[in-house]
């Protein structure tokens, strides 16, 4: 009776707890509470992509890249540089959503040698993501950052501290990457390494060039622990995020999506034109480069262009497809395979192209950071700025046209120090010369970098109120000498949510430098 009466309290028991596990509704068994990092690390880094499209814009708007077209209005703060907190403020919310994708993915393996790959890779683009938002808003949360309800009002770091902070956590990633064990990365591919395919090597030349940026940048003004360099050394090629990027299903590269046509073929945004002032790199204003011009520029040299915050009559029109893309076919469905920026809806989106890595070793070898020669490097960087402007969606391009181009171009601007190093007689001239050159290599490219390298170096150069002389907008209400903002505001999100810790107060879009900003 003794085991009948066990037997019969078991099953019951069993029965209710059964019953109770049904009855949870707290526990969705459909929903992941964890995802493999060889899932996460792609759609972090396709997040990544989105995020620099966003910046990209911004950079275009302000740093002298675009203007307003014809036929439209209301451009209000992006004219007169009044920013409110509700300018740009994505900037601030894309790239914090992306640095929560690449920390969980640090926390998942932190304790996973075998995972070391992803943990890396995460590492690197941590850093990378950081340095967008302190270059654009100066301190901001990093060490109370990304730690869920542990910090839901994290405290501001200041900015130097975040830089010498990302330049150690770049130094961790590099020994994490030599103490991964190679079978531990026998299975990762293109698939779920969407930027460099499983090339450790690559992944180290990345974080070295990260690094380089953020010493040269930082101007002396941050005190790193460690100032050398991996020997994988820096980056020689491009870094393009591609996780199959194609016409169909809405699956386009982002900046061809938003400033060429949509997968449906209607046209991108029309809004924007080039400016007068960009286009005097190229129509021999400042430099003669018609053969760069023609290969970015739809119609060059008849490209329509305007001068920032002029709004009367007579303002071109952008045509469908944009200014930016020169390609002849204009039908939305089938356009693209182009050279340029855009490119066509399959091309790769630019992390860093090779030549911001040369110019950036060209910049650092003219300070003594690195060792090298300054001419070489800075040839190499033109050379590479007008392969990527050459360069098809399928990475491919005319080796030949490449070589007779740049060989004309030094040969056109022979006695222009912008163009030919051994005419820059003063380190100042030979600063002017790499800024310049990274400035147009960067066109509708990166274009926020361009926008944070004149605010470092004051290049390229403007002067006066024509469009010629500059990219200041005619509607400018900056107090600045170069008319132009200083940076943007931090995002009414942050006032609302985090009022105790964001210094908005003692901000502003004139008189608020970066920590490196002239």
Not at 8 to 34: H, R, S, W
Not at 89 to 112: C, H, P, R, S
Not at 427 to 447: G, H, R
Request: with cysteine.
């Amino acid at each position: 009776m003794k085991k009948i009466s066990i037997i019969m309290l078991c099953t019951i028991v069993a029965v209710l707890t059964a019953c109770n596990d049904l009855l949870d509704i707290n526990e969705n068994p459909n929903l992941a509470t964890a995802v493999k990092p060889s899932l996460v690390l792609p759609q972090a880094l396709a997040a990544t992509a989105n995020v620099l499209n966003t910046y990209n814009t911004y950079g275009m708007q302000i740093g002298g890249y675009a203007a307003n077209a014809g036929g439209y209005g209301g451009f209000n703060e992006t004219v007169s540089y009044a920013y409110t907190p509700n300018n740009y403020a994505g900037n601030w919310t894309v790239a914090f959503d992306n640095l929560e994708d690449y920390q969980y993915i640090i926390d998942q393996t932190k304790a996973e040698p075998k995972d070391g790959y992803f943990f890396a890779a995460a590492k690197i683009m941590k850093a990378y993501v950081y340095q967008l938002l302190v270059d654009a808003y100066n301190d901001v949360p990093y060490s109370q950052a990304l730690q869920g309800v542990n910090f839901l009002t994290p405290a501001y770091d200041n900015a130097t501290t975040v830089y010498a902070g990302l330049a150690s956590e770049l130094d961790e990633a590099m020994a994490v990457i030599h103490a991964t064990d190679a079978l531990a990365t026998k299975n990762v591919d293109a698939a779920s390494d969407i930027l460099f395919a499983g090339d450790l090597t690559k992944w180290l030349q990345l974080a070295n060039t990260i690094k380089l940026r953020l010493m040269v940048r930082a101007g002396g003004k941050v005190s790193f622990a460690n100032t050398s360099f991996d020997p994988a050394g820096f980056l020689t090629t491009d870094a393009l995020i591609n996780p199959g990027y194609t016409r169909d299903n809405n699956r386009q590269n982002p900046a061809w999506n938003a400033w060429g046509y949509a997968y449906t073929g209607s046209s991108g945004a029309k809004s924007w034109i080039p400016t007068t002032f960009i286009m005097t790199f190229y129509n021999g204003t400042r430099i003669n480069d018609p053969k760069r011009g023609a290969a970015m520029y739809y119609q060059y040299p008849s490209t329509g262009t305007n001068q920032l915050g002029y709004e009367s009559t007579g303002i071109p029109k952008s045509p469908d497809g944009s200014f930016w893309y020169p390609g002849s076919n204009r039908v939305g469905t089938s356009a693209g395979n182009a050279t340029g920026a855009l490119k066509g809806p399959n091309a790769g989106y630019p992390v860093m192209i090779a030549a911001e890595s040369y110019f950036l070793q060209a910049e650092a070898a003219l300070n003594g950071l690195i060792a090298g020669d300054p001419k070489t490097l800075f040839n190499k960087g033109i050379t590479e700025a007008f392969r990527y402007t050459y360069m098809l969606p399928d990475k491919s391009y005319s080796a030949t046209a490449l070589a007779t181009d740049v060989a004309n171009y030094m040969s056109a601007n022979t006695n222009n120090y912008l163009v030919n190093f051994d005419m820059a007689t003063t380190n100042a001239q030979k600063l002017e010369a790499i800024i310049t050159q990274k400035y147009i290599a960067l066109n509708m490219v990166s274009s926020h970098e361009g926008w944070n390298e004149y605010r470092r170096t004051g290049y390229p150069t403007v002067s006066g109120t024509t469009p010629t002389g500059t990219f200041a907008s005619i509607a400018s209400q900056s107090t600045r000498a170069d008319r132009l903002p200083s940076r943007i505001l931090y995002p009414t999100s942050e006032i609302q949510y985090n009022s105790t810790n964001v210094p908005s107060a003692s901000v502003d879009s004139f008189n608020s430098l970066i920590f490196w900003a002239k």
